[in-house]
């Protein structure tokens, strides 16, 4: 199904390595994001004396398709989340949320931080809550395909 704007954006997504993204939608512009680890817990933000990451604030920009977590808005440490259809270095080519860091390159005190978040996989959204409410990628099988 096509999604448009902030829609894009919108649900439960798994990376490769369990992080999980839980993304909804309050505004046409505006999101609350949770960053969950491979044990379902919100990630630590040591750099913020330990935050969770939930509830984080993310803007959407509908004109340059610009989806923004603020990791931590103080520093200006940005999760950005672009959103592919068929992402090309999936293997079985899905919808994916591709992730990279953005941060001052000056402040060379928030390098070490950037490991805080796992590594950074791209997501792909999960299936409708599986009876198993496991948290694995979907992946779907020879005979769903064709």
Not at 83 to 101: I, N, T
């Amino acid at each position: 199904m096509l999604h448009y704007g902030i829609a894009q954006f919108v649900g439960s997504w798994v990376s490769a390595s369990g992080y999980c993204l839980r993304i909804k939608k309050v505004r046409k512009d505006l999101a609350p994001v949770d960053f969950l680890d491979p044990s379902g817990a919100p990630v630590q933000r040591p750099y913020m004396g330990g935050a969770p990451s939930t509830n984080m604030i993310a803007h959407y920009d509908d004109y340059y398709e610009n989806f923004e977590v603020e990791l931590w808005e103080e520093r200006r440490l940005i999760l950005y989340l672009s959103h592919e259809y068929d992402y090309e270095l999936d293997p079985e080519q899905r919808e994916a949320l591709v992730p990279a860091l953005s941060w001052n390159e000056r402040d060379r005190s928030l390098d070490k931080w950037r490991s805080s978040f796992g590594p950074l996989d791209h997501f792909v959204r999960e299936k409708e809550q599986a009876a198993s409410n496991s948290r694995t990628p979907t992946t779907t099988t020879p005979e769903e395909k064709g």
